[in-house]
């Protein structure tokens, strides 16, 4: 049980490019999310999704794009990336979003630390 | 809307004594409030949460936090404090009242534990 894996860990790409950073969790969660942190603003949203093929934008989507067509993985894709968007993102995911009242754990994986030039 | 206030940067405790972090909260609707903590390079680790019932939560690696409505405070509170605590800690609340699952963070309290 691998949990919430990440990839890749470290990227740097230049004002303009695209990529794209992996999630996959093997928990059978049917909730995921992406999360950008910044020095001093905590963590914050930027899309979600409550199972595969449903996704929904967080507090912060502009300039990224996300799909979920399977359980296991939701990949975060940067279009034409941005020096503000350097950051380190987080994804984590959570279960039974089904079960009426079930404020579940959510986990994190380990990061991925962008920065744009 | 919801939101999280953490309003200590950095807190300094010496080993052994005992350490606060403080968390004030704002939702709608019910509380679910939670803490985690993140050490250098590393993802977030769940310490506790409430969600409903006794006030007082305890969690992993010693912390407890303790809920007060009137207050709307989620202090994370450790009896004697180790040099292994220093980490970054992060409050966190969702609305119990909706089905929304995400979470809104605090901006971090970085605790630094003098031997």
């Known amino acids: 049980n691998a949990g919430v894996t990440q990839t890749p860990k470290f990227q740097v790409l230049k004002t303009g490019q695209s990529m794209t950073l992996q999630c996959a969790q093997d928990m059978n969660h049917e909730y995921m999310s992406w999360y950008r942190q910044d020095p001093g603003m905590g963590l914050r949203l930027i899309h979600y999704?409550?199972?595969?093929?449903?996704?929904d934008q967080g507090e912060v989507p502009n300039g990224y794009n996300v799909s979920r067509s399977t359980t296991e993985d939701f990949p975060l894709r940067l279009l034409s990336a941005a020096p503000s968007q350097t950051s380190v993102y987080f994804c984590?995911?959570?279960?039974?979003?089904?079960?009426?009242?079930?404020?579940?754990?959510?986990?994190f994986g380990p990061g991925t630390r962008l920065t744009v030039l | 809307a919801q939101s999280v206030a953490q309003p200590e940067d950095q807190v300094n405790v010496a080993e052994g004594n005992p350490l606060t972090v403080k968390c004030t909260y704002s939702?709608?609707?019910?509380?679910?409030l939670f803490w985690y903590v993140q050490y250098p390079n590393r993802g977030l680790q769940f310490l506790l949460k409430?969600?409903?019932?006794?006030?007082l939560v305890k969690g992993s690696y010693g912390f407890e936090a303790e809920f007060n409505k009137s207050q709307t405070s989620f202090h994370l509170k450790k009896p004697s404090a180790l040099v292994s605590d220093s980490a970054l800690y992060f409050c966190?609340?969702?609305?119990?009242?909706?089905?929304?699952?995400?979470?809104?963070f605090g901006s971090g309290t970085r605790l630094q534990v003098q031997p």
């Open positions: 966190a609340v969702r609305d119990g009242y909706t089905g929304r699952r995400a979470l809104t």
């Open positions: 999704s409550v199972g595969a093929g449903i996704t």
């Open positions: 984590a995911s959570s279960y039974s979003f089904r079960l009426a009242g079930g404020p579940d754990t959510q986990y």
């Open positions: 939702v709608s609707g019910n509380p679910y």
């Open positions: 409430y969600i409903t019932g006794d006030n």
